[in-house]
């Protein structure tokens, strides 16, 4: 079992800039890529950004190209989403995941932290 858990969230004005934490603790986590997904009010789940279990491949999506910067390996079993540029409509819940592939589709992922506010104000 892994277990995931977020920090970093809170209240910033647009423009603004976050640091998201997940750290990843457990078993053995081997080879495990991660992602940040987000949820907000009445809408699904969507990916945010994905990074491979070595550190060396990162896909984002295209809301965020440019603006959000994720970081990390499992050698350090923490992983690292820098938000800047941030927008209103980047207010959600964020949260940590840990699958096999740095995949955008979340039902690939098979651990999830419990989720950290991010609202940004305008």
């Known amino acids: 079992q892994v277990q995931l858990v977020e920090s970093g969230g809170g209240l910033v004005q647009a423009g603004g800039s976050l640091r998201l934490s997940c750290a990843a603790s457990?078993?053995?986590?081997?080879?495990?890529?991660m992602g940040w997904f987000r949820q907000a009010p009445g809408k699904e789940r969507e990916f945010v950004a994905a990074?491979?279990?070595?550190?060396?491949?990162?896909n984002y999506a295209d809301s965020v190209k440019g603006r959000f910067t994720i970081s990390g390996a499992n050698a350090k079993n923490t992983v690292i989403l820098q938000m800047s540029s941030l927008k209103p409509e980047d207010t959600a819940v964020y949260y940590c995941?840990?699958?096999?592939?740095?995949?955008?589709?979340?039902?690939?992922?098979?651990?999830w932290g419990q989720g950290t506010q991010v609202t940004v104000s305008s």
């Open positions: 995941a840990a699958g096999r592939v740095a995949a955008q589709a979340y039902p690939l992922y098979d651990y």
């Open positions: 457990g078993r053995t986590f081997g080879r495990y890529a």
């Open positions: 990074i491979n279990w070595n550190g060396l491949s990162t």
